[in-house]
Structures are given as structure tokens and as C-alpha cells.
């Protein structure tokens, strides 16, 4: 069985047999010999390509990606990137990494490290907030236990604020993870009770996961991943070189620090609507943990059109893509000491 | 018409229909349906894969490619990479990168650039004196020619020689970069009465050029520059900041910066060679420059098999290929000030 996904902006292909390739200035994607699973794009409309599964690209049509700026990014089944294709020419000074580099030593890096650790709580708080808004009259012993979590949070929350510090030290770090690892903690008791009963027993897991709602965050965090990554490398930042996840040592750290603060908006909200909705069922995946292509469809475009959802942020409506490629300028400017930085976050 | 290129160690596809997948933890590579023109390579046998032209490739023979750390470059029909796929983890340390990007302001970057170009301007005249000494017997005039352009870049590389600066500032670069260009403008003037007649007057011209000896330099520094930009990448140095080149912005700097000591080698020498021995003639590429695939193919093979030549450097005999990946990693030694640098070159 063959699939190919076309959204509004992303180019997904995966599964046997689908297919890239160029004619002019568009990408033609398609399966096997199948005339009418056939489909065109301008490449003015395409702002990424993913491909995973077993496809195949034209190198005339990554050279069209290239010139067009198109990122493309090849990932394994469960959504995760493992390489990037990246233009030979870079962008960005190597002024901006150099001040990146030596800002992971005072209290430029301290600043964004605090940062990204308080977008994600207050993400966290917010979400979980609107959940509580909707459940109060329905089920008042569940809104009572979820805003007891939010509590939890918002304490994490206090205890980060009262941080004094100089620079951004082994120790400082570890309280930080600490106290992210005590909201984290929370925040996920909470969304497990959000999930239908029908999914079973639910629990967070990272990579590795086999059941649905597990496998349905870690794709949308690889998907999330992927724009974040490009969005850094863009401005000219080093995506491997982070603040709060600076010991993971091999790891695109700055885009996991970045991520933090977007993972609850444009992933985890996703997830839990189309699960609460019945888009996606209790079946989605199969015994390998591996998303149907049916789900995974639906799955895609939801991210998609979150990304092309408007947003307030910063006194201005925006697309939630544009606020993941605006926070990476900032991140620019606080290193450049041009403007300090302030967290992503929503509020309603 | 289509050709599938295989090298001993290099995998280089080109032109309409060629394709390579995975098979377990081979490469197939492919000419359309052609059962005769496919083979396989077990990827422990694979040292890089160019892909260039009008190609295609499967997304699972690139996850193999990463898997087992083969770089991927996709080439311009000249043979420029124009982009890389690169995995998602990083190699190296940030603080070698960070380094690197404080190193350009003081004695280390200083010491750097000055290496390039000496290594350059060694392997110049190293080069030169070679050839003078087959001809000094058959054609004098032109070996007093020759001997006389050697002498100009040996003056060239003493007054180098003489620099005195603390750092790497604009005055100095373009001081550097004058004395470079007055060995390279009598490296080309003695090379120009090398190229055999029937080849035309040659004149030294970069990308662009459409005649062939121009056009196979142009290649084989194409295929340099990917080798060089992977060894610098796996030792996680970033191309991107260079010493030498370090103004022009948007370029990969430090591999052209760590190029100058192995295009006379790894490049000139080769091509000479094919054109001298009739190897390649002066008929090797069509209207528009574009080398057509059987002068190609033994251009890439004996670009190859230099690569795997043995050279003698720095008191031991190794590949040149080996030489390339050393002096990657002594950059990093020199800017940690572990040990300190000094340029490729080959004195016979």
C-alpha cells in the first residue's frame, strides 16, 4: 500500500512506492505508476519536505528545494528527523554563532535558558487551564484534580522565577531540569486524565512508545522539530548548541530548548483534540507502534493547519509559525544584546 | 543516455535514470530498468556518495548513508555541491566550535591563514619544480620559463614568510591575499605552457568556464571540496568560519581555507596528467561545458585513485585521502593549543 500526503505546506511522503519529483519550478509527487494519485505543487507554496518510509526523491527536485530555500528532512517511521539536507551556502554571520558560543558562559545564557524553562511552564499552566474551563460543570472531581496539577505547575513556576544567578553553571542547569522535571511531572498527570478511557491507561514515554497517543506526540515532536531546527538554521544559529539542554552531547540542543516552548501549542493541544474528537481511534497504530497511514494523514494536516492557525503573541496576531521563526531572530538579538528575550507563550 | 558511476570508494550517479536503494545493508545502484548496468556495494565499502545530474534516491539508501556516516553530496552538472545531507546529530564538541570562532581574532586564526597559503604556495612550487625536471632535457626554453615562475612564487612565500602581526585583521587578509594571488597568477602562467596545444590557449578561469581544462579543474575541485567539507564536519569544525576566506560571506570558508593545500595534489596533478597522456581529449565536454560521461568517468576514477595514493607527510607514509582528515583534525588541536599547525605539502 502506498500513500503520499500533500498539505497546505508540507510535502509528506512515506510508505512504498511515493515518489519526488521536478517539472519547471513544481514538485509532481506521486506512487508507483498510479496516474491518479498524481499531484503538482509550485514550489513557491511548499515550505517543508518530509520523507520517510521507503519514497524516492529526484535530485532535480532537492535542487529545486535548495535554490527555493525548501527544507527537506528525512525521517524515521515514528515522525523523528535523522538528517536534514542542507544548503552549502550558509546564512547567518559567523558572528551570531561565535556570540552563541560565548553566551553559554554568562548571563546572556542564563537569560534563555530561564527562558525557554518558563515558556514551557506557562504553556503548560495555560493548556491545562483551558481543559479545566471546559470540564467544570461537567465533572467537577476532574477539574478539581487537574487544577491541583496546574498548581504544581505554577509553583515550579515561583520557584524558577526566585533563581539568582550570574551565569549559567552545571548546578544551575540541574535545578532548572529539576524544577521543568517537577511541572513535567504534573502537567502529564493531568493530560492523563484527558485522555478518553478507550486509549487505556495512559503514561508519557519518549522514544520507544507503542501506543497511540505516545506515538501520536513523539511524530508531532519530530514534525515540530523539523521547523524548529530550520527556523534556527536560518538566522544563522547552531542548532547544536543549546542552553538547557546543553549536556546532551550529539543532540540539536538549541532546538530542544526552543521546542520547549512550543511543544504544548502546536503538538500536544493537536493531539488531544483528535483523540477527544474521534478523528483519530484507539487503533491508530499497528503492533510496531508505527501510525496507519489513514490516522497519520489526519494527524498531518491537524499539525499543519495548527502551524497556519493565527496566534496573539507580543502585542501582534500572528501565524504559530511565524512564532517559531520570530523567537529564533530573538534568540539572535538577546545574544547580540540587541533585545532581550521573552519566552512564546498563550495565554487563553 | 545514462551512466552509473562506480568508483572503489565513491559512489557517483549522473544523468537521467540513474537511481540507487538499499538491499540489506548494500547499495544497488541502477540505470532504469537495465539488469546488466546494476550493481551492489556493501556500504562498509562506501567512503561517499555524489549525485548529481538527473538521478534519484531512495530514502532508505540515505538512511543507510547515515546510518553508517557516508556524506552525501548532490552536485551541480560541473561537479559544485550545492547542498549535503547531513544527520540530525552532531559530531565534536560546541567548545572545539566555539574555539574556533574565538581563534579568529587572535595569534591562532593568524597562524591558520598563514599556513593555508604557505601550504598553498608550497605545493605550487613543489609542483612546478616537478614538471621542470622532466622537461629540463627535452624543451630548455620552456624550463627556464618554468624555473622562472618558480622563482616568483618562491619569492611570494618568503615575503609571507616575513609577516609580522599579533591577529587576523582586514589589513593583513588582504595582504595574504595579495601575496596568494601573485603565486597563483605564476602557478597558472607556468601551468598554461603545460597544457598541450591541441587543447587551445589556456587561461586559468573558475566556475562558469566552458572549455575542458577548466571544466575538469572546476570538477575535481568540486569532488575536494565535499571530501574536505566532511572531514571537517566529523571532526565538528564548522565549514562555515574560515580564516583565510573568512570574507566571503555565505561561503563554506574553512573547507576552501583548508583546500588550498590539496587542489595542486589531489587536483591539478590528475588533470594534467589525463590531458597530457591522452586520457582525456579536447573534445571531453559538449557546447554548454558540461564533461561528457566517458571523460567523466575517468576523471572521477583517477581523481579516486589519487585520493588513495600514498604520500609521505609529516614523518609517515599514508593516503592522501588520510592527510586530508588529519589536517582536520590538527586544525582542532591548533585552536585548543594542543599542537600547533603546519601545512600538506609534497616536496617531490
Known amino acids: 500500500m502506498c ?95 561565535m556570540e552563541q558560543y560565548l553566551s553559554r558562559l554568562d548571563d546572556r545564557g542564563l537569560k534563555l535558558a530561564v527562558a525557554f524553562a518558563e515558556g514551557k511552564l506557562l504553556n503548560q499552566y495555560y493548556l491545562l487551564r483551558t481543559f479545566i474551563r471546559y470540564r467544570m460543570k461537567r465533572n467537577k472531581d476532574l477539574a478539581k484534580y487537574l487544577n491541583e496539577r496546574a498548581d504544581e505547575i505554577k509553583k515550579a513556576l515561583r520557584e524558577l522565577r526566585k533563581i539568582q544567578a550570574e551565569s549559567l553553571d552545571f548546578g544551575l542547569r540541574s535545578k532548572l531540569m529539576n524544577i521543568e522535571g517537577r511541572g513535567a511531572e504534573a502537567y502529564w498527570e493531568a493530560i492523563s486524565q484527558l485522555v478518553p478511557s478507550k486509549f487505556g491507561p495512559f503514561r508519557r514515554e519518549k522514544r520507544g512508545a507503542k501506543d497511540v497517543v505516545n506515538s501520536l506526540l513523539n511524530f508531532g515532536y519530530g514534525f515540530l522539530l523539523a521547523r524548529v531546527t530550520t527556523s534556527l538554521f536560518y538566522v544563522g544559529l547552531d542548532p547544536y548548541a543549546g542552553y538547557l539542554h546543553v549536556d546532551r552531547a550529539g543532540r540539536e540542543s538549541l532546538s530542544l530548548d526552543l521546542m520547549e516552548e512550543f511543544r504544548q501549542q502546536a503538538v500536544d493541544r493537536v493531539v488531544l483534540r483528535l483523540i477527544s474528537t474521534k478523528q483519530i481511534g484507539p487503533d491508530a497504530v499497528d503492533e510496531e507502534g508505527q501510525i496507519k497511514n489513514q490516522p497519520l494523514s489526519i494527524l498531518l494536516d491537524a499539525l499543519e493547519e495548527r502551524m497556519h492557525n493565527y496566534v496573539y503573541f507580543s502585542g501582534r496576531k500572528m501565524k504559530l509559525n511565524t512564532a517559531i521563526k520570530m523567537q529564533a531572530r530573538r534568540i539572535v538579538q538577546h545574544i547580540l544584546r540587541t533585545k532581550s528575550y521573552s519566552p512564546f507563550y498563550l495565554r487563553y
Chains 1, 2 share one sequence.
Open 3 to 97: 500513500v503520499v500526503f500533500d498539505l497546505k505546506k508540507t510535502i509528506a511522503l512515506r510508505d512504498w512506492g511515493s515518489w519526488i519529483r521536478k517539472k519547471g519550478w513544481r514538485f509532481v509527487i506521486g506512487v508507483g505508476k498510479d496516474k491518479e494519485k498524481r499531484e503538482e505543487f509550485p514550489a513557491s507554496q511548499v515550505e517543508m519536505i518530509l520523507i520517510g518510509g521507503s519514497s524516492s526523491i529526484s535530485s532535480s527536485a532537492l535542487q529545486l528545494a535548495v535554490e527555493k530555500r525548501i527544507p527537506v528532512f528525512f525521517t524515521y517511521p515514528s515522525g523523528y528527523p535523522y538528517a536534514a539536507l542542507f544548503p552549502m551556502v550558509s546564512t547567518g554571520s559567523a558572528r551570531t554563532r
